[in-house]
């Protein structure tokens, strides 16, 4: 079996693998990129993404930002707590940027990423190359897959795993910490009688969180229900599934009034601690997964995979330096800040917010209104959303 050398493999072709990849690739660092699946479809899907203006920023330098169909910017968020009093309303003025974010469909983004990369001659992406053993000593990481029937070997002074964490467990001294929280959220794109313009909401229930993120004339809904009652809810037909939302949502927007294809899926905090391993970097979803409350965790992905391929260009010049100790150190503590910020951000939201506790929920939206007379504080938490936490 014949073993290729590149100085990164990446393992995981998802929309923040293909981001490292885009990058290294533009600076011509010898990488290979391995996604199990085939081409990505374009296929209705109502998975929505909210992206920072600071991800916004990241896929322009990439060359992706113009090649996405259908944009629709957010520039201020609605927060309220059902059932108590106070909100609290983060606009774009007040953070000093042009948009707060953007929400994009989940395909728009991962399929517009596989035509740059295949647009580029000089880029090792592989298709259908299903990875089956890794393999790490000090001078270089080792990775076997299969593609098309037959078996691939190949060699990295650095190996990136943006998979989702499945292959993580064969790397040592890594391990997940994992919390499910009994709650699945509900996707689906729905349209009120007011037009939306440009109001991202975030409304807290003891179920847990309700979403609606401006996409096109309408919204796109994430709509956390508890474990036991999901099943129910997506079985709903579309007017009784429209009042049981009203219900429980509002009339803030206006009346609900059609609802598009609905799925769903179970969530959980899950992080890898620690994130890096002898020649091994974990980035995205095989670093952490996060709870889609405040729409972290792509977000905190790609800065991921931006941080990482800024220590990587950094020693270009002297790539036997790739993958070493002292660069993993490195990219580890630059990271560890907005990491553990992230986190515990979105988790304490998911946590506090959904217990049942008068006292604790009176508190909570006292909390949101003085949030809402302090412009410098607004102001903080809106741009750590959109940029992150930097030591």
Known sequence: MTTDRF????????????????RLHARAIPTLLLEAQGVPEQVKDPRPLALSYGSRLILQRL????????????????????????????????????????????????Y????????????NYQLGAIVSKLTTTPDEATVEYQQHGESKCVAARLLVLADGGQLAAQIPNIRYHAHEYQQWAVVANVETTIPQSGIAYERFTTDGPVALLPSGTGYALVWTVPVQSVKEILALNDQTFLSALQRHFGDRPGNFIHAGKRSGFPLSLKYAVPATAMRTALIGNASQTLHPVAGQGFNLGLRDAWELSSEISALSATPGKIGSQGMLHSYE?????????????????AKIFTADFPV??????????????LPPAKRFVARRMIFGARG
């Open 63 to 110: 060359g992706v930002w113009d090649r996405l169909s259908e944009i629709t910017p957010i520039n201020k968020i609605h927060i309220s707590n059902r059932g108590y009093f106070g909100r609290t309303v983060l606009t774009s003025q007040e953070a000093g940027v042009p948009e707060l974010g953007y929400v994009v469909n989940y395909h728009d983004l991962h």
């Open 7 to 22: 100085d990164v493999v990446l393992a995981g072709g998802g929309p923040v693998g293909m981001a490292l990849a885009l």
């Open 333 to 349: 503590q630059k990271r560890r800040l907005d990491r553990n910020a992230g986190k515990f951000f979105t988790d304490s939201l």
């Open 360 to 373: 604790l929920q009176a508190f909570c939206g006292l909390g949101l209104s003085v949030l809402d007379c």
């Open 112 to 123: 517009s990423m596989h035509q740059l990369l295949q647009s580029n001659r000089s880029a």
